[in-house]
């Protein structure tokens, strides 16, 4: 089966612009994730979808960050504008929604505000 | 607050020794347990899991990890590793209460000398 699809692969972009990130999840996949992950960090979690529902955006910075999921499949992750401290890795993964619930991720968007 | 530690950030082994990495858990419920692994340049992958049944599970690539209830631990090994191995390793733990998302360690980066 086909992993997690992200694009673009890389991004560099001046403070104070926006950038867009897409994500298409495993097909069937409901729960859907967006992460940030700093160089020698775990991955944070920045929103949670089921379907095209918000579960948790609790850490989501709403000032700059929005995310969406429409039709319960592909996500777009938005950053307007961007900060310098947002230079980071930003990953989608997709979950089943059975137990377990381990999540598969994709290549991530490796994002660079000069 | 749930936390997940790894008690060494960097691992350093010569190819061929067998390699043991920490990994603890704060949580007072029934968790689902989660190695991941990120190879230099490459995404995330799901390394092996545990949810139930036998507490000694095994992974792709020869790893495997035993889960001890009593100690909150869930430890990988690898009785020899090859050079390929080099690459940071991730424990992570969901439960059903915070929605299964994933709480992460700060992870191991293990370098393998060839």
């Known amino acids: 089966e086909a992993g997690v699809a992200q694009s673009p692969r890389y991004k560099i972009i001046e403070k104070r612009q926006s950038v867009a990130f897409w994500c298409n999840p495993i097909?069937?996949?409901?729960?859907l994730y967006w992460y940030q992950q700093i160089l020698g960090q775990g991955p944070k979690l920045l929103i949670q979808?089921?379907?095209?529902?918000?579960?948790?955006d609790s850490q989501l910075p709403k000032d700059r960050f929005s995310a969406e999921r429409l039709k319960g499949v592909d996500s777009t992750l938005k950053i307007q504008p961007a900060k310098l401290e947002d230079s980071a890795v930003y990953l989608c993964?997709?979950?089943?929604?059975?137990?377990?619930?381990?999540?598969?991720f994709g290549p991530g968007t490796r994002l660079t505000v000069t | 607050a749930q936390s997940v530690s790894q008690h060494n950030h960097h691992v350093i082994l010569s190819e061929a020794a067998s390699l043991e990495l920490g990994c603890n858990y704060s949580?007072?419920?029934?968790?689902?347990l989660f190695w991941y692994v990120q190879y230099p340049g490459q995404h995330l992958q799901l390394l092996l899991k545990?949810?139930?049944?036998d507490p000694l599970v095994k992974g792709i690539k020869g790893f495997e990890a035993e889960f001890i209830k009593s100690k909150f631990s869930f430890n990988l090994r690898k009785p020899s590793v090859q050079w390929s191995d080099t690459a940071e390793y991730f424990c992570?733990?969901?439960?059903?209460?915070?929605?299964?998302?994933?709480?992460w360690g700060a992870g191991t980066k293990l370098i393998i000398k060839p």
């Open positions: 992570a733990v969901n439960a059903q209460r915070s929605n299964y998302q994933l709480i």
């Open positions: 949580y007072g419920g029934t968790v689902n």
């Open positions: 545990y949810f139930s049944g």
């Open positions: 097909s069937g996949h409901a729960t």
């Open positions: 979808f089921q379907n095209n529902g918000v579960v948790d």
């Open positions: 993964a997709s979950s089943s929604g059975q137990a377990p619930y381990e999540q598969y």
